[in-house]
């Protein structure tokens, strides 16, 4: 079980606070509700269900657990150069890129453990997570397990800022998906990336679709 610190620093690694910009991001999710693909609480919660299960979740959740068992920098940079090319589209790739520099920047800054093993300037952002995890003596099911929710929690609060969701059933939302990120995280620890897959298609659509939109407010 996480000891009581270790659940200190992954909260901290996770929060809103951490400056890693993830806040302006929205995975793909305002073309989504600018096209009508979501509009209700239900159509967030399965929309983000999704791309946890069947997307970009499931992938980042690999990558982080495959970097966690990497034996040396090299396979780390191997792993990294996987998780870029498996990005299915430009703002995809650099939403993972962004935040990964933004995550290992601070986190090298603050936990000195991090920057003594070297951690790269430059992972991408499950990647980084990863590494920091093994660096730090992070348990990593709960690393992956915390970092699913903060993903699942930033599409939430991307959806109220662009549908009529309110903050109870924004709330009730991410509750609901809580046991998906567990049950995600138990599933992907070996980091076994022979699992890697992803069919969560209109997700990739609407991160294409977002590239060329008009009028938004997000990066991605």
Not at 13 to 28: E, I, L
Not at 30 to 59: F, H, K, M, P, Y
Not at 90 to 107: C, K, S, V, W, Y
Request: proline content about 5%; overall charge negative.
């Amino acid at each position: 079980m996480p000891t009581d610190a270790q659940l200190l620093t992954l909260a901290q690694w996770f929060s809103p606070g951490y400056p890693v910009g993830a806040f302006s991001y929205s995975h793909g999710l305002e073309w989504a509700v600018t096209s009508a693909a979501v509009s209700t609480a239900t159509d967030l919660q399965d929309w983000i269900a999704t791309v946890l299960r069947n997307g970009g979740g499931w992938s980042d959740a690999l990558f982080l657990a495959a970097t966690y068992h990497a034996p040396t920098t090299d396979a780390v940079a191997q792993i990294d150069a996987q998780c870029r090319a498996y990005a299915p589209s430009l703002e995809r790739l650099r939403e993972t890129d962004l935040q990964g520099a933004a995550f290992g920047q601070i986190t090298r800054s603050v936990w000195q453990e991090t920057d003594h093993n070297g951690i790269p300037a430059k992972l991408t952002y499950p990647v980084a997570v990863g590494f920091a995890a093994i660096c730090c003596s992070m348990p990593l099911q709960a690393t992956i397990a915390l970092y699913l929710q903060a993903f699942a929690a930033n599409l939430v609060a991307a959806g109220q800022r662009l549908a009529p969701i309110g903050q109870s059933a924004a709330q009730a939302t991410l509750h609901a998906l809580a046991p998906l990120c567990q049950e995600i995280a138990e599933q992907t620890r070996d980091g076994d990336l022979q699992r890697l897959s992803s069919t969560s298609f209109l997700a990739d659509i609407a991160a294409m679709k977002h590239e060329t939109q008009h009028s938004r407010i997000f990066r991605t």
